[in-house]
């Protein structure tokens, strides 16, 4: 065990874990933050993205102890009222099924437009292409990703 | 105006105060204690709260509560089962707030969501139950105003005596009117009067999803909660022989291991009591990453079984299931069904003589599909919440059918069923998976050798080797033409393992349209559990079916729309049979729906389509499919879908589910599959076991509904089984070659 000094979602957060502890359980268990979800524990299904210095990062693979004081943001960080552009877009085109996998779709929206304002198909299906939905939303997410361009 | 006698279901409609305020249902609820967020944030909460029945309470301020009976797992029922109740209701939808039921079967009828039935099911209690607080208020109303009833009419939470121009919110009379007793019947609107249902609402739970706050079994948290996971045997075919606890009990944060049975063993079974494995190891501890670990550090081993067998209350049959020992592999299992499907079968249904008239036939056709197990894979891996105390239990978790595991859960807690409360939480995903609850009694069972609350969690790789896996299956097809290449003669043979995909189909289309038809069925034993899987069967049949019916009336030198629409044309003039489970004029109508909003006939250079229809689960589809070669491989264009399942009660919502069925289907045609090597299922995770991804979703979807005024039927099942069949239609279209086996992807073509 040890101690980490964590800033996440613009907070200073204190933990006593074992270093290997990925993130994702450090959010979930210990920190009250279970919006960030576990789907596969290997970087492949995309449900655990969350934002480390604003890239887009699998939670699940990342250990706690090489966060340092790298900012973190998670879906409940994205915003204060859930106004971010693509949660609007997301809200806009009714997104969601069942919605699990939803959190980590938006992580990575956010993400390719912080880096591409105004992403062609070809971009969004390549930085979406991480993220698994079940219910399969993709068009609907694509859609929404255009119109969070706009907003 | 349509009466309708309030007696079915009446004790939901019965004031409910004492129930909805007493003991257990109401018992623990930190799921709801997050922030208000959405309507709630914005509209102003009442200072009271008047019940009306167990769907609705009215605020003073007019504020309305619609209770959703049926859990949630991504199909819209938390948005559309009470917009139906607020459509009798005539309530102002903006002004309503939804909250998950509770579980209580004496105040619920069917709180289950599978086989597309919940509308279906629901419609007419959804309606009464609006309709039954409407009219005690109207009735308030008219007692208030000393007028006569038939006088009040009612708009969007608003009373109006139009002669005399009063009118009130349905608040201002709620606490009135919620003291009336119920009437013997009531009036349901017209559909044409309809001013929510019919019209696009928006997900009631959008913001609480986009935002992440706590909805899924998953986010359960409570005060000492201790978090639990089971070790279970790696193959069919093995049980545990014993492990070493002392292997992992002192590794940090570890509080017990033990091994435990889920059922006892003079428990008799339920059909959705499906147990893969009988025993199994729990680790318990403190955090999710310490019990990871000791799952990984547990020595563990396993024997062969040579056979077991046990009893089984299949719906009030009572019959032996037997589980053969054994460790099967996949090669083993496609030698076998081969060789079954080759032989005569169980007869299901036979028209005509098919055996002369295949003699007499111009021409014959005979062609072999199959298809293999599939893991359901929900996003959301199985969990549950549970904390069992002395005398009582509280377990909350996703599940699509409390009522098929309450009397196993109380019988293994040997509690009775009123001390037990199952808390319904939002679901990552169900298509079947989640009808069938071992990991609820599991997660009770550690909870109550342990003393104290515990979630259980399944990892990714529990979730993909648990078996309860769609069945792998084979299926004949022969067709005869007459000497006018008009089908005569129509022969299906079908089975798997362990089921055949064909008992409960063989009365469909093209039953009914062919004066020859035989049907017939075997099955292999198998100790691969098996379960219902998005349009269970009807998800391998309608693909093989409606590629084959492509390949007939190619050979016939029809086109394929056409062919179809001239057998419906039989069968609704002339059918052959009587017990034909179809609609033909329906089913015609979604063929002819979609050949025109596909502009099929319109060839595009570069485009291939494949076309298919199916009906199931009381819902009739049919697809357009256009594929593109882009770089030697295929790549989804669009698709056109047309679909008829009556009144379509949240259109856009509606849309959403068929487009994510067409993605599903798309996704499994290539890629899906499950495999098996000396019992070992040889996927545990999404590096082998491939799901479709962004970049090989269609890169558009229509939906089209046929208008009319039909009850609703389902739709989270029935636009998926032929979209199997349109994939394959459009392949050969586009590159020349018939696909027989799923996933294509096997077959060397992957999406582009």
Redesign the interface.
């Known amino acids: ?1 040890a101690i980490f000094n964590l800033n996440v979602n613009a907070e200073p957060r204190q933990i006593d ?2 270093p ?3 993130l994702l ?1 450090v959010l ?3 920190l ?11 970087a ?2 995309g ?1 655990c993205t969350i934002h480390v210095n604003g890239v887009a990062t699998r939670s699940c693979q990342l250990p706690v102890s090489a966060v340092g004081n790298n900012e973190v943001i ?3 960080g ?2 204060e009222q ?1 106004d971010h552009p693509v ?1 609007k877009a ?2 806009q085109h ?1 997104v ?8 980590g779709q ?1 992580m990575s929206a956010a993400a390719l437009l912080k880096s591409s304002p105004n992403p062609s ?1 070809e971009q ?3 930085a ?15 859609e929404a990703i255009k119109t969070a361009a706009k907003l | 105006m349509t009466l309708i006698k309030t007696k079915i279901g009446r004790r939901s409609f019965l004031k409910t105060s004492a129930a909805a305020g007493g003991g257990l249902m109401v018992s623990f609820s930190w799921l709801a204690a997050c922030e208000p967020m959405g309507k709630e944030a914005a509209l102003t909460m009442p200072k009271e709260w008047f019940d009306f029945n167990a769907f609705i309470k009215i605020g003073e301020n007019g504020v309305v509560t619609i209770k959703c009976p049926n859990p949630e797992f991504g199909q819209g029922v938390k948005t559309s089962m009470p917009m139906i109740v607020a459509e009798d209701l005539d309530a102002d939808w903006k002004q309503v707030i939804v909250e998950m039921a509770p579980f209580n079967t004496d105040l619920y009828t069917r709180q289950l969501s599978g086989g597309s039935q919940s509308i279906r099911q629901g419609w007419n209690t959804l309606r009464m139950a609006g309709a039954t607080a409407r009219h005690v208020l109207k009735q308030a109303a008219a007692e208030l105003w000393q007028v006569s009833l038939e006088e009040i009419t009612t708009d969007a939470g608003l009373i109006f005596h139009k002669s005399s121009e009063k009118s009130m919110g349905y608040g201002e009379v709620a606490s009135m009117a919620a003291k009336l007793p119920p009437p013997d019947a009531v009036e349901l609107k017209e559909p044409k009067d309809f001013k929510i249902v019919g019209t696009s609402r928006k997900n009631v739970e959008g913001l609480e999803i986009v935002t992440g706050k706590p909805l899924f079994g998953v986010d359960v948290k409570k005060e000492g909660m201790l978090i639990a996971m089971i070790v279970h045997p790696p193959a069919f075919g093995l049980k545990l022989k014993s492990f070493d606890d002392a292997s992992v009990r002192s590794l940090p944060g570890i509080k017990n291991v033990f091994s435990f049975q889920t059922f006892n063993d003079d428990y008799q079974q339920n059909y959705f009591d499906t147990n893969t494995f009988p025993e199994l190891v729990a680790i318990v501890g403190n955090s999710t990453w310490e019990v990871l670990n000791a799952k990984k550090a547990l020595r563990v081993e396993w024997e062969q079984f040579d056979h077991r067998s046990f009893e089984m209350d299949a719906f009030g049959n009572k019959v032996t299931v037997d589980v053969p020992g054994g460790l099967e592999s996949s090669l083993d299992h496609m030698a076998r069904m081969k060789e079954l499907n080759a032989k005569p079968g169980t007869v299901l249904r036979k028209d005509g003589n098919p055996e002369e008239a295949f003699k007499k036939a111009a021409k014959v056709i005979e062609r072999t599909y199959s298809a293999p197990f599939l893991a359901h894979n929900t996003m959301e891996p199985m969990n549950f919440f549970a904390h069992v105390m002395s005398d009582k239990a509280e377990v909350a978790g996703p599940l699509q059918a409390p009522e098929f595991i309450e009397k196993t859960l109380s019988a293994r807690l040997g509690m009775p069923l009123e001390n037990i409360d199952i808390k319904m939480t939002r679901m990552g995903g169900g298509f079947g998976r989640r009808a069938y609850s071992h990991h609820l009694v599991e997660a009770a069972v550690i909870s109550q050798k342990v003393g104290a609350p515990v979630k259980l969690m399944y990892t990714r790789e529990d979730d993909m080797t648990f078996g309860i896996y769609r069945p792998t299956y084979m299926a004949t097809y022969r067709a005869g033409l007459d000497e006018n290449d008009k089908l005569m003669a129509f022969h299906v043979r079908a089975g798997g393992i362990p089921e055949s995909p064909l008992g409960r189909s063989a009365n469909r289309f093209p039953a009914g349209s062919v004066d020859h038809y035989l049907a017939e069925e075997w099955f292999i034993e198998s100790n691969i559990t098996i379960g219902a899987f998005r349009a269970p069967r009807s998800n391998f049949l309608a693909g093989a079916e409606q590629s084959f019916l492509d390949e007939v009336a190619e050979a016939a030198g029809k086109d394929p729309i056409e062919f179809r629409l001239q057998l419906l044309e039989r069968a609704k003039n002339d059918p052959v049979g009587e017990e034909n489970d179809y609609d033909a004029h329906r089913y015609a109508g979604v063929l002819e729906l979609v050949r025109e909003k596909s502009n099929w006939g319109q060839e595009r250079p570069g485009v291939s389509r494949g076309v298919s229809a199916y009906f199931c689960h009381n819902s009739y589809a049919a697809h357009v499919l256009d594929m593109k070669m882009e770089n030697g491989r295929p790549r989804v264009e669009n698709v056109t879908c047309a679909l008829d399942c009556g009144i379509v009660v949240n259109p856009d919502a509606a849309a959403n589910m068929a487009e994510g069925a067409i993605v599903d289907g798309i996704g499994n045609a290539f890629f899906g599959e499950m495999t098996f090597r000396d019992g070992v299922p040889e996927k545990s995770n999404f590096d082998k076991y491939r799901m479709i991804r962004a970049h090989e979703a269609p890169r558009s979807i229509e939906v089209h509904f046929v208008k009319n005024e039909i009850d609703p039927t389902g739709l989270g099942e029935p636009p998926f089984p032929p979209i199997f069949g349109a994939v394959a239609n459009a392949l050969y279209k586009g590159t020349g070659k018939r696909h027989y086996n799923q996933p294509f992807l096997g077959e060397g073509i992957t999406l582009g």
């Open positions: 065990m874990v074992d290997n502890t990925p359980w979930r268990d210990h009250d933050l279970p919006g960030t979800k576990y789907g596969c524990g290997i492949l299904c449900s998670t879906i409940e994205l915003s859930g949660q997301w809200l009714d969601p099924q069942c919605g699990y996998c939803q959190a938006i198909d969004i299906e390549s979406m292409s991480g993220n698994i939905c079940r219910c399969g939303t993709y068009l609907r997410i694509k």
